[in-house]
Every structure is written in structure tokens, then in C-alpha cells.
């Protein structure tokens, strides 16, 4: 047995590549959506039951908690779709050396900074 090998391996100070973090920011925003699915479909079904059941999730949705929840699913939608967007470009082979890896990455990082951003101003404007 090696015994250089490293015996337990702290994950937090590690620093890891922008593509790595765009990766796994991708995958936890994919997860978090699942999750809120069945929250929202929910949402959905109760605001299309009837007139009441429309004004309760509106009343929810403009309360200051309901607009950081939506902002959250907002982000989450937002990260994803921009990062599915970059590997659909990189499907087609544009950007698959290492250093398009990492200006794709540093592209989707901006991108999604910017419009959720954008989504904050417009949630609470």
C-alpha cells in the first residue's frame, strides 16, 4: 500500500476549475428543479381550480417569502437553461478544447449572473 497516498480527503479546501463548478452548479440547479416540480405543478392546478384558488397562490407569490422562493426557481431555471444551452453548443463541437471548456464556462457564469439578476429587478420592481 502507498503510503503517500492521501487518508481522508477534505472537499471544501479544494479549489477546483470553472468548468468543474459550472458542471456541478448545473447539476444542482437540474436536481432543485425536480424537487420544486411537484410544488409548482400543484401551484398550477390550485390556480386554474377557480377564481379563489387563483387569488390564494397570487396572494402567496406577492408576499416578500413568495417572491424569494420564485426568484430562487427563477435562478435555477435560468443557470440551467444557460448551461444546457453551452453543452448544445458544445454538441456541435464548438468549444471542446480545454480553453473553450473554460471560456464557456466563464460565458455561462456571466450570462446567468446577469439574468438572474435581471429577474431580481423585475420580481421586485
Known sequence: M??????????????YPVTAL????????????????FVMLYALGKSLSSEEGFNEIKGMLLSPLG???A????????YHLVAGVRHLIMDMGVGETLQGGKRGSVIVIIVSTL???????????
Open 2 to 15: 502507498n503510503k503517500k497516498r492521501p487518508v481522508n480527503l477534505d472537499l471544501g479546501s479544494m479549489k
Open 22 to 37: 459550472t458542471s456541478i452548479l448545473h447539476r444542482l440547479s437540474g436536481i432543485l428543479l425536480f424537487l420544486c416540480l
Open 67 to 69: 417572491k424569494l422562493i
Open 71 to 78: 426568484w430562487v426557481l427563477y435562478s435555477a431555471l435560468i
Open 115 to 125: 439574468l438572474i439578476a435581471a429577474c431580481a429587478i423585475w420580481l421586485w420592481m
